[in-house]
């Protein structure tokens, strides 16, 4: 059964400072996703990472996945206040898009 | 383009009650899925359906039941509401290729009393 874990769960940033948070899974995913959302909204595509060594990037946040170690990461580049939000990752258990979801990572940028 | 409309936007319901969820989508997708979110968690799976009349359960699927007469619609009916099923509900949708994005709906809040 797939599990997925994220790091941290809680994650303070200063403004313009540099992050990454972490996604691991237990058994295969043949897709990774994430997501953002803000509270009270709905949840925002962010990437969908397909194959082993995929790299995607939009604006200040980067998305990677290495099947082989079953972790995918997300990269926060020169962190800006709008970018406070809660990230899920989430893996494909089965066929379908049976998504296994992580806990989420609630980032808040401060000054 | 509606994308994902999800009604009704809140509700409160007294234990025992039923009530269903709408979820419908104009995009022509395939796939149809309910999650629901408890707080400070990840969402979790309640049922899809991958075509109209196709349904299937998921992780949480308990106390809840779902029908795809067509492929815009996916309701989600609530048989007796208990206290446990309070929660924020979200439609989804993707079409079947691989690699689509899954599009969420706007989710629905509800609090059994």
């Known amino acids: 059964e797939l599990k997925v874990e994220q790091n941290p769960l809680f994650l303070s940033m200063q403004e313009g400072k540099n992050y990454t948070i972490y996604c691991n899974y237990s058994?295969?995913?043949?897709?990774l996703y994430w997501y953002r959302q803000d509270p009270g909204k709905s949840l925002e595509s962010l990437f969908v990472?397909?194959?082993?060594?995929a790299v995607k990037q939009e604006g200040r946040l980067m998305a990677s996945l290495d099947t082989k170690a079953r972790l995918s990461t997300l990269h926060i580049t020169a962190a800006v206040h709008d970018l406070s939000a809660t990230y899920f990752c989430?893996?494909?258990?089965?066929?379908?898009?049976?998504?296994?979801f992580g806990a989420g990572t609630r980032l808040a940028v401060h000054p | 383009n509606a994308g994902v409309t999800q009604t009704p936007k809140f509700q409160v319901l007294k234990t025992g009650q039923s009530m269903t969820l709408q979820c419908a989508q104009d995009m022509n997708h395939e796939y149809m899925s309910w999650y629901r979110q408890d707080p400070g968690m990840g969402l979790r799976l309640i049922h899809y359906?991958?075509?109209?009349?196709?349904?299937d359960q998921g992780e949480v699927p308990n106390g809840y039941n779902v029908s795809r007469s067509t492929t815009e619609d996916f309701p989600l009916r609530l048989l007796s509401a208990a206290p446990s099923q309070t929660s924020v509900y979200f439609c989804?949708?993707?079409?079947?290729?691989?690699?689509?994005?899954?599009?969420f709906g706007e989710g629905s809040w509800l609090t059994v009393v």
């Open positions: 989804a949708s993707r079409r079947a290729e691989a690699g689509n994005t899954i599009y």
């Open positions: 359906s991958v075509g109209a009349g196709i349904t």
């Open positions: 058994t295969t995913s043949d897709r």
């Open positions: 990472l397909l194959s082993n060594g």
């Open positions: 989430a893996g494909r258990s089965g066929g379908y898009n049976k998504l296994i």
